[in-house]
């Protein structure tokens, strides 16, 4: 990336006291999904969403920029590109940089934050891969038990 350009993305979550706390390490890590007031629940809510899983996917391999992440990305609109964007801006994940040139050039890249979740993408993407038969096996099951809609 080249050095020239401006950032714009924050690198934490801004939280209160009381929601650091409701996220205490001491409470039981698997009622996340029942504390609505803890950050957790927030963070998997962005980053388990099909758009961002695939925009951290492709910006493992190299900086990108809006219109070849939306190419690469079947099936995505524009409005929701911006949105997933933004929001793995502002949580600190993806860093959007500006050149001053006409037009304007701007680049999309994963953070040192946004590489961390790189492995976990990965092994996601992996299990599937391995586990597809058998979860079409299960569907194809389930639809035939409680009848196909």
């Known amino acids: 990336?080249?050095?020239?350009?401006?950032?714009?993305?924050?690198?934490?979550?801004?939280g209160t006291k009381a929601d650091l706390e409701a996220c205490?390490?001491?409470?039981?890590?698997?009622?996340?999904d029942v504390r609505e007031d803890c950050q957790v629940r927030q963070?998997?809510?962005?980053?388990?969403?099909?758009?961002?899983?695939?925009?951290?996917?492709?910006?493992?391999?190299?900086?990108?920029?809006?219109?070849?992440?939306?190419?690469?990305?079947?099936?995505i609109s524009k409005?929701?590109?911006t949105v997933t964007?933004?929001?793995?801006?502002?949580?600190?994940?993806?860093?959007?940089?500006?050149?001053?040139?006409v037009p304007p050039r701007v680049e999309y890249e994963l953070t040192a934050l946004g590489r961390t979740l790189l492995g976990t993408t990965q092994a996601l993407v992996a299990w599937s891969g391995e586990h597809?038969?058998?979860?079409?096996?299960?569907?194809?099951e389930f639809e035939a038990a409680n009848g196909a809609h």
């Open 1 to 14: 990336m080249a050095q020239e350009g401006t950032s714009t993305s924050p690198s934490s979550f801004q």
């Open 24 to 32: 205490r390490v001491d409470r039981d890590p698997f009622q996340w």
């Open 43 to 75: 963070i998997l809510d962005r980053i388990a969403d099909k758009w961002s899983l695939l925009v951290i996917a492709l910006l493992d391999e190299k900086t990108l920029r809006f219109g070849e992440l939306g190419r690469e990305i079947d099936g």
């Open 79 to 81: 409005r929701m590109l």
């Open 85 to 101: 964007l933004r929001n793995l801006e502002r949580d600190g994940l993806v860093r959007r940089t500006v050149y001053p040139e």
């Open 132 to 140: 597809q038969e058998q979860i079409a096996r299960a569907r194809q």
